[in-house]
């Protein structure tokens, strides 16, 4: 380990009826991309939060250049020259991109802020990462990949020699995506050592020099990437071999209509959306970024306006664009932002799964029913293999997996027939990923509906019955399951109107 910039020995962390990590064991190497992998609540995140200030170990040696240093909180970890960017960026939209770049740490000439002298250093930092932005641009006008430049800008002008990426790429194009490795791999050269956090293994293989695998808290391995296949890592993943990423195919599809949306119009933004759902069914929709999938699926649950068309539920046409005439319909909707838009982060595991059916657990006098909400939320919490200390944790402390399985759970409470599912398993582990493929059989198996948006070509694939082809607003082909491979959807996302 004579090379090794930084070396954390037997860490441990306990928190309240929760072992999170240990005696785990990391190093980081000067110029080398080390991939932290695992599945969610392995530990991956916790590990990378002791070793930036966030939370601090209970046991265990951390060495930084083979002296025993402390990190105490994130100031300390900054001084240090440890840096991290998570994976929600820590940016004031409303700064420019040099105020960001400085914030805390601000030019000065005398009590006065220097904003000429803040700027050139900007510039200088952003020119030596090759990228093409002033540093006067206020960030809300930044794309996210831009954003998250000036988030790395920032964490080299605290002259950083370790940087932590958690997911870096799970909200990025293919082209922003080379982008990023290209400043990684500079990076890399400059010396700088880089902790790499993500899910999607195969985009690794082009910039990962070792992997080090987490599983429940404890260290299972390190290997180097180029000599390990992802079936192997995988394995390490999850403890167990996945002879296949997808279930088997498992088609529910029966004649009924239950959905159908009829030229559905937005301007600039929808154009004559037309498709029927049928009971049982997973109807996949596809397309490049922007394409318009999302945006259709706002539509029909009523969390954007429509100029035109018509949406019929159950024979029903829905009278209002709204959210609640919509829930009320039997519509529920598991947004690609879970975090935000999908749950209360700082409610309990058992108020978010009750969180579209309060009413149904009052008693007449309009007082919750604690004792048939709590039996209620159990019964699906233990049905949807929710982990969880119990049903008073905060659904913020939890995995993805497991959070995406509460929103599951949250519509499931109101028995809702359709059910959006827009990227399922965005940020999920592989083996968690596994599960909500079981789960949405298990669900049109039961007679739901399921129309899912995914930028996973594998996934629309191997889950869809029918998949629907979006590009720039439009429809631009309704594929059945044995017409549909790769090419014939690619074909169609991008093909000119």
């Known amino acids: 380990m004579s090379d090794a ?6 860490i441990s962390k306990r928190f309240p009826g929760v072992i999170a990590l240990d005696q785990v064991d990391f190093d980081i190497r000067k110029g080398e991309v080390h991939a932290l992998l695992g599945e969610n609540g392995a530990g991956k995140s916790t590990l990378m939060k002791v070793l930036s200030g966030v ?3 209970d046991d265990g040696e951390i060495f ?5 240093v402390n990190v105490t909180d994130p100031l300390t970890a900054q001084h240090l020259g440890i840096s991290i960017i998570h994976q929600e960026f820590n940016l004031c939209s409303d700064l420019t991109v040099a105020q960001n770049i400085f914030i805390g740490r601000e030019h000065r000439k005398g009590w006065r802020l220097d904003e000429h002298s803040q700027n050139c ?3 200088e930092i952003l020119q030596n990462l090759n990228l093409d932005i002033a540093p006067e641009t206020l960030v809300n006008t930044l794309t996210v990949a831009q954003q998250q430049m000036v988030e790395i800008a920032k ?4 002259n950083s020699r370790i940087l932590i990426m958690d997911e870096p790429t799970a909200a990025l194009t293919e082209s922003e995506i080379e982008s990023l490795f290209k400043v990684t791999k500079m990076l890399k050269n400059r010396g700088v050592g880089i902790v790499y956090i993500s899910h999607r293994l195969e985009e690794l293989a082009a910039i990962a020099d070792r992997a080090t ?8 391995g390190t290997v180097n990437y180029q000599d390990t296949s992802l079936d192997e890592l995988i394995s390490m993943m999850v403890g167990r071999d996945l002879d296949d990423i997808f279930p088997p195919h498992q088609s529910a599809v029966c004649d009924e209509v239950v959905l159908t949306v009829k030229d559905l119009c937005r301007k600039d933004v929808l154009s004559d959306v037309s498709f029927n759902l049928h009971r049982g069914e997973i109807l ?3 397309g490049l970024m922007g394409a318009g999938r999302t945006e259709v699926a706002r539509a029909i649950f009523g969390a954007d306006p429509v100029s035109s068309g018509q949406i019929i539920i159950n024979g029903k046409r829905l009278s209002k664009h709204s959210i609640p005439d919509a829930i009320e319909a039997g519509i529920g909707y598991l947004t690609e932002d879970r975090k935000h838009e999908g749950l209360a982060l700082g409610l309990s595991v058992e108020i978010n799964t009750l969180l579209s059916n309060y009413s149904g657990y009052c008693n007449p006098a309009g007082i919750i029913d604690e004792k048939k909400s709590s039996e209620v939320a159990s019964k699906l919490s233990k049905r949807l293999r929710i982990k969880t200390p119990d049903l008073q944790q905060l659904a913020g402390n939890l995995s993805g997996g497991n959070q995406q399985k509460i929103i599951i759970a949250k519509w499931l409470c109101k028995d809702t027939d359709v059910l959006i599912f827009d990227e399922p398993t965005r940020g999920i582990d592989v083996g968690a990923k596994y599960e909500i493929y079981e789960l949405m059989y298990e669900l049109v198996k039961q007679g739901k509906s399921i129309i899912m948006i995914s930028s996973e070509l594998p996934e629309v694939l191997a889950l869809s019955d029918r998949i629907v082809v979006m590009r720039h607003g439009r429809i631009t082909a309704e594929l059945t399951r044995e017409q549909a ?3 014939s959807i690619m074909k169609y996302a991008a093909l000119e109107s």
């Open 155 to 158: 964490a080299l002008s605290c």
């Open 213 to 220: 695998v987490m599983r429940d808290g404890c260290y299972v």
């Open 485 to 487: 491979n790769q090419k």
């Open 5 to 10: 910039l930084l070396i954390m020995k037997n």
């Open 284 to 286: 996949g929709f596809s």
């Open 121 to 123: 250093a900007a510039s």
């Open 64 to 68: 930084l250049d083979g002296q025993a």
């Open 55 to 57: 939370h601090q170990k």
